[in-house]
């Protein structure tokens, strides 16, 4: 497994990555994609060793920084266990410390170095919340998905295979109408939908 890892993580970061999970007996697992995560950490439990498990169909940067975040899960729960939340402070403090060494790589590229030492600052659940973090993460990977922020209020677009009208945006997320019930919703800025010239308002 460590070769089929290192092969999808950006160059020369494995190293510190073994590093981190050395000290625990954790099995780093590729999984099929799935909609709902990216990554999970799943301690120890009847029968079933620790694990953490990540989509392999993520781009290197991302891969790297979910692996990250689970990583940290795993350091909380071997210090803490239950007796903290799960993003809780405890967490966000090791999350924040492995971001700021991984951003010591050199090979990184020095953007995202330059994002991750900014959200370290600050560690959210995930890189969703970081609008500038999220957004280099699709640039490092070519993704030229259109995101929810980018639609103009009043226009139509598709999420999940529904129609919808962004109506107005907030901070971080955006009220929009959907067309087969009239019923608004609230959705993340940066949900990627897709838009239609054929949506009928």
């Known amino acids: 497994m460590s070769y089929a890892l290192e092969s999808k993580l950006p160059n ?10 050395s000290p625990y007996p954790c099995s780093v697992l590729l999984s099929r994609p799935r909609k709902t995560k990216i990554g999970d950490f799943r301690p120890a439990r009847a029968n079933k060793p620790t694990t953490i498990t ?33 993003h809780g402070p ?9 971001l700021r060494e991984l951003s010591l790589i050199e090979d990184l590229d020095p953007q995202f170095k330059a994002a991750i030492l900014n959200h370290a600052r600050k560690p959210r659940s ?9 957004r280099l993460l699709r640039q490092l990977e070519g993704d030229s998905t259109t995101l929810l922020a980018d639609i103009a209020i009043g226009s139509p677009f598709f999420f999940h295979g529904r129609a919808f009208t962004k109506e107005s945006s907030a901070r971080s997320r955006c ?20 838009e239609s010239l054929k949506i009928q308002i």
């Not at 405890?90 to 492995?98: H, I």
């Open 126 to 134: 995930s890189a969703m919340y970081d609008p500038a973090l999220f």
């Open 90 to 98: 405890e967490w966000r403090n090791n999350f924040s410390a492995l």
């Open 54 to 86: 990540l989509n392999r169909d993520l781009a290197p940067y991302q891969m790297l920084l979910t692996l990250t975040h689970e990583i940290a899960h795993l350091i909380n729960w071997s210090e803490n266990g239950r007796k903290v939340a799960a």
């Open 12 to 21: 020369n970061t494995w190293q510190l990555v073994s590093k981190w999970l």
């Open 175 to 194: 009220i929009c109408r959907a067309h087969d019930n009239g019923a608004k919703y609230r959705i993340a800025k940066l949900a990627p939908v897709s």
